[in-house]
């Protein structure tokens, strides 16, 4: 006796809709494999950087057109994991730089709303997300990128190569990290 | 810091800071990491701190864990919204490229093996992107009439390489070949090849005028029966042919080709001119070569550098010749089952190039399916039918037979039980031929498995079928169900009490119910079977086949004859007396007919028994059902 699914291709035919435009093995199909592969580590680097999950998402898909363009335009990347790491980093640095001139404004425009007496459920939003990165944020920046980078496996030569110093600076920075860090405890 | 100062403890100084976790990390170099780890060993203050870096390590990693994301998070990739976003990115893109960049941006991404990086990071989660190197040739000398051989060769390779076989298609070129004395320009006639070149695997065909086809894979194959046989009708002389033999030379209008006529001329000389729209390629052989050749030309399209005119050019007592191939591009063919047989077929030489794709630099093209009026049906699909009917999956499910384009099978649908899949999975190994079997179960699709549309085009719609199972128990023992009246009225004659009635009033209408869309399931298996070997595709079947797929159907048949004969029995009972007895009408010749009529029966059926709001006329109803059932009973 046959169950009721059978009879319903319905789900089928919208399955076989979105899988019309997939063409397995092409450029597109390896890069969403990839992206499934990396979005665990890159995600979780990124969100330290841009701090809310939804940007951190965007940065990372981002990160992947251009990982798109870069082999569609046929230029050779030649160290994935360095690579969508620098990418990621840069296009968040370039994101915190524009939300940086946006919260000035946003700033301004809470300020405002605290003198109305309005301020409340903004405020505690954004407390909210501080708090989350308490800690980590008694390092700088350059300390808590190596440091993140360096908890993610990645070599100092590849570290380097992301944010954008010397493998020596590396060093520097990690004991330096570390050693703020562990001072806080 | 230097390290060969005497101090402290070790008689070094100690290690600083940046050293200490370069050391932890495995980043120090060799001899330094030697000199550190022998410090470390001796003295107590620095294992102290490097215990302390342990610690903070640790701590760090706990507070950078507890602000990572949610595991649900991570355990959800937004796939489908990063695919949709990807491929409309990708479409954007695509569409503002040049033409040409395009074409070969592709191929040589499929082209080009992807090794660096992946060799460089063993994780495997990362193996899977490809390398691409494009040599982007610029066209600004396109216009100048002196050009580099070496550019000219170049450059019609990746025209070539850019122009492979499309994907489930065959290239055919006729290649005429010619002797002309270059004395007087009196041409003969040699011959025509045809060249067939594969677009899944590396190899291609040459066929000398109809004889037996040959596959040859590039310089592995033996290809010297094929020139012989033109050789054996019109001369060319000995020595020539054995330099073309010991060159594993094919006789074909390529730059492999050309590349492999050039392998030992002796000489450095090549020139290239443009002459009109074609630019002609001449390399020289050393004088006095002991094949006679002189010099072998390739002649390519200026515009696109698609090769065109391969010639030798040779000397000897008895004069001097021009043996001139000339390529004619004919329209690229299907490839059907009978050319992938060809192309893969054991026993050929060159059957193995699967296996070594190397010598032209073919990539492997994708494979597809075809649809069932590209192929001729094989015996081997007859076979897989017959399994499938033996697994009872050839009734209801969403199964479908794929042939592929490199010739094999594909049996790919869903289903929704698992032990059924079994079964089928076994009735299908026991077939004795290689089969690809992917059937999933529904919780797999989700999961993002590809699925095929049917090769026979769009699923057949089932409206009909679909609404025959929507009845529930609950339905049929209802009071508003139109037949309730005369069921009550046999049942409760034949029952001890109200509620043993109405039970058996439930059961009876579940019978007829699955009778009902058993007898449809069979027509509309019926129907798939007639779908997919229609007339066109069993032509050339085996008559074991055509017998095989008789005896499908017959059974098919016989099924929807016992399940109408069953149901019309259930049924006589409760016809209305005063009405004349329903006559059987024409019989169904075809399958779409006899699923028209159990479509009917199934909605008769469904009126019948269930809660409908416009409750028909129960005797009109059933008296039309027992005349669709009696057209069914044979």
């Given at each position: 006796m046959h169950s009721e699914r059978a009879f319903h291709p319905a789900h089928l035919a919208e399955f076989t809709r979105a899988e019309r435009q997939r063409v397995p093995g092409s450029l597109e199909e390896q890069l969403v494999e990839l992206y499934v592969q990396t979005r665990p580590a890159l995600l979780g680097y990124l969100r330290h950087l841009a701090g809310s999950t939804g940007e951190a998402e965007d940065l990372l898909q981002i990160t992947f057109l251009r990982l798109f363009d870069q082999l569609q335009k046929g230029e050779?990347?030649?160290e994935m994991r360095g690579w969508l790491y620098r990418v990621a980093h840069n296009l968040a640095m370039d994101h915190l730089r524009r939300q940086g001139r946006a919260e000035s404004a946003a700033s301004v425009w809470l300020e405002d709303r605290r003198r109305d007496g309005l301020a409340g459920s903004v405020e505690d939003e954004y407390s909210n997300q501080q708090q989350i990165n308490q800690v980590l944020n008694l390092l700088n920046p350059r300390e808590r990128h190596c440091l993140l980078l360096r908890a993610e496996g990645l070599s100092y030569r590849e570290i380097a190569g992301v944010v954008g110093i010397s493998e020596k600076s590396v060093s520097v920075y990690l004991s330096r990290g570390l050693k703020k860090f562990g001072n806080a405890e | 810091m230097k390290w060969n100062q005497p101090t402290g403890a070790g008689g070094f100084r100690h290690p600083d800071d940046e050293q200490l976790v370069s050391f932890f990390d495995g980043e120090l170099d060799p001899a330094m990491r030697v000199e550190v780890s022998a410090h470390v060993t001796s003295c107590w203050q620095c294992r102290a701190r490097l215990k302390e870096m342990e610690t903070k390590i640790q701590a760090f990693l706990e507070a950078r864990r507890k602000s990572l994301p949610s595991p649900e998070v991570l355990a959800e990739p937004p796939v489908e919204q990063f695919r949709e976003r990807l491929l409309r990115h990708s479409a954007e893109q695509r569409s503002q490229m040049p033409l040409l960049l395009r074409a070969w941006g592709s191929v040589r991404r499929a082209w080009q093996p992807s090794a660096t990086w992946i060799a460089q990071h063993q994780r495997p989660a990362l193996a899977v992107v490809v390398i691409v190197v494009v040599?982007?040739?610029?066209?600004?000398?396109?216009?100048?009439?002196?050009?580099a051989a070496e550019t000219v060769l170049l450059r019609a390779r990746d025209y070539e390489i850019a122009h492979?076989?499309?994907?489930g298609e065959v290239a055919i070129s006729a290649v005429h070949l010619e002797r002309i004395d270059?004395?007087?320009?009196a041409k003969s006639d040699l011959g025509t090849f045809e060249v067939a070149h594969d677009s899944a695997t590396a190899a291609f065909l040459l066929d000398a005028q109809g004889s037996m086809p040959q596959v040859v894979s590039?310089?592995?194959?033996?290809t010297r029966p094929a020139l012989l046989r033109l050789a054996a009708t019109q001369a060319i002389a000995a020595p020539v042919l054995e330099y073309l033999a010991e060159r594993r030379w094919?006789?074909?209008?390529s730059v492999p080709a050309f590349r492999r006529l050039l392998e030992s001329r002796g000489s450095e000389q090549s020139s290239a001119r443009r002459d009109g729209d074609s630019i002609e390629v001449r390399y020289e052989f050393s004088s006095g070569h002991r094949s006679t050749i002189t010099e072998a030309r390739l002649r390519v399209d200026a515009?696109?550098?698609?090769?065109r005119q391969l010639s030798i050019l040779t000397a000897d007592a008895a004069g001097q010749w021009e043996y001139r191939l000339t390529r004619q591009e004919q329209p690229p063919q299907l490839r059907t089952q009978q050319w992938a047989t060809l192309f893969?077929?054991?026993?050929?030489?060159?059957?193995?190039v699967h296996a070594s794709?190397?010598?032209?630099?073919l990539p492997p093209a994708r494979i597809t399916p075809l649809s069932y009026a590209q192929v001729p049906a094989s015996e081997r699909e007859v076979a897989v039918a017959g399994a499938l009917h033996q697994a009872d999956?050839?009734?209801?499910?969403e199964i479908h037979i794929f042939p592929m384009s490199d010739g094999s099978l594909l049996v790919q649908g869903l289903m929704d039980r698992r032990e059924q899949r079994d079964n089928t999975r076994r009735r299908l190994a026991a077939v004795g031929f290689p089969l690809s079997v992917e059937i999933y179960l529904p919780s797999e699709v989700k999961r993002g498995q590809r699925l095929y549309d049917s090769p026979d085009g769009?699923?057949?719609?089932l409206e009909a079928a679909t609404a025959t199972t929507v009845a529930t128990l609950a339905d049929f023992s209802?009071?508003?169900?139109?037949?309730h009246e005369k069921l009550t009225a046999y049942f409760s004659s034949r029952s001890t009490s109200e509620d043993d009635a109405s039970k058996k009033i439930a059961a009876f209408s579940n019978d007829v119910v699955s009778i009902s869309r058993q007898t449809l399931l069979h027509a509309w298996a019926l129907q798939r079977l007639d779908r997919a070997f229609n007339p066109t595709r069993v032509r050339s079947l085996p008559a074991a086949s055509l017998q095989e797929l008789e005896r499908l159907r017959a059974d098919h048949r016989r099924w929807i004859g016992i399940l109408s004969r069953q149901e019309a029995e259930l049924l006589?009972?409760?016809?209305?007396?005063?009405?004349?007895p329903p006559a059987a009408g024409p019989n169904p010749s075809d399958s779409a007919s006899l699923v028209r009529l159990a479509e009917q029966q199934g909605m008769l059926i469904r009126a019948l028994f269930t809660v409908s709001?416009?409750?028909?006329?129960a005797d009109a109803s059933l008296h039309r059902l027992m005349t669709t059932l009696r057209q069914m009973e044979r």
């Open positions: 050779a990347v030649q | 040599l982007v040739a610029t066209f600004t000398d396109l216009f100048n009439n002196t050009l492979q076989p499309r994907s270059r004395r007087t320009q590039g310089p592995q194959a033996e094919t006789p074909e209008v515009a696109g550098y698609a090769a893969a077929a054991p026993g050929l030489p060159g059957a193995r794709t190397s010598a032209l630099n999956a050839c009734l209801g499910e769009p699923t057949i719609p209802s009071e508003q169900m139109p037949l006589a009972p409760f016809l209305d007396p005063a009405q004349p709001s416009a409750a028909p006329d």
